[in-house]
């Protein structure tokens, strides 16, 4: 713990009550309004990947947030085994709180095979990250530190960057389900839509998260997370991202829809 707040290797530890089903063992003390929904979905990563043979990876993931979560509470992770191949595994997991389901999240997982390595996207030229200041836009993030290189929109305009290097500052280890798990961490960290809000139009809350886990990561060393906005129409938002290493390859994209305010959309109160 860190000023009384528990670290993210702690929050990302899971209680095994029966072999399909897991809880929560810390609760943050900080006073948010809401559970974050970056560790939700880590943690369900964390429980589905419990119940998978050791060699096989997340690849990835489909989630719907489906009501705001308490942090104030521990949460209920069942696992359902969808399908175990010969070379791939498929689970579902339902978060719960309180008896009511706040989030749901299905995964793949693959046992990684040697073959043909390349990609098409390019790193966006930006300044190193030891060469950049700490930042504290992402100081509500548990063991991250994050720092902000050239951004494509103005900060002082959409007060939200959409390009950011983040790493763990706890050593992980090598387990390529952990430092997936903690890049699923961070994937919700930032409101991709911003740059296509204009006046009073602003996301309230993630609908739902997708993510592909293209290369092994590591997540104590830096990564660059970069979003695009793709979509603003009907009350939703949408944006995609990448996730490149400092090497520049690319080890991950994510893609996000949100609510806007004062346009409806789900109940996501407790």
């Not at 919700?188 to 809350?205: C, Q, S």
């Amino acid at each position: 713990m860190t000023d009384g707040r528990p670290d993210l290797l702690t929050q990302l530890t899971l209680e095994r009550i029966d072999p399909n089903l897991f809880r929560s063992v810390v609760i943050d003390p900080q006073d948010y309004t809401h559970l974050y929904g970056g560790l939700v979905a880590a943690q369900a990563l964390r429980a589905a990947a419990d119940t998978v043979e050791p060699g096989r990876v997340p690849h990835s993931l489909h989630s719907y947030f489906l009501r705001r979560g308490d942090p104030g509470a521990q949460v209920v992770f069942h696992v359902d085994r969808d399908r175990d191949g010969r070379s791939f595994s498929a689970r579902r997991v339902t978060a719960l709180q309180d008896g009511k389901v706040i989030f749901n999240l299905s995964a793949s997982f693959h046992r990684w095979v040697p073959g043909p390595d390349t990609q098409r996207p390019a790193p966006p030229q930006v300044e190193d990250p030891d060469a950049l200041p700490v930042s504290d836009r992402a100081s509500y993030l548990a063991s991250i530190e994050c720092r902000l290189p050239r951004q494509d929109w103005p900060l002082d305009q959409i007060r939200v960057p959409q390009r950011a290097w983040l790493r763990c500052t706890l050593p992980l280890g090598e387990d390529p389900v952990l430092h997936a798990c903690v890049l699923t961490y961070v994937s919700d960290a930032f409101n991709g839509v911003a740059p296509l809000a204009t006046g009073t139009t602003r996301a309230r809350a993630s609908l739902d998260h997708a993510m592909w886990f293209h290369r092994p990561v590591q997540m104590d060393a830096w990564v660059l997370m970069d979003l695009c906005p793709q979509s603003l129409a009907g009350g939703r938002g949408m944006y995609t991202g990448n996730v490149y290493d400092q090497s520049g390859s690319l080890v991950a994209a994510l893609a996000q829809e949100m609510v806007l305010d004062g346009t409806g959309g789900p109940d996501i109160t407790p």
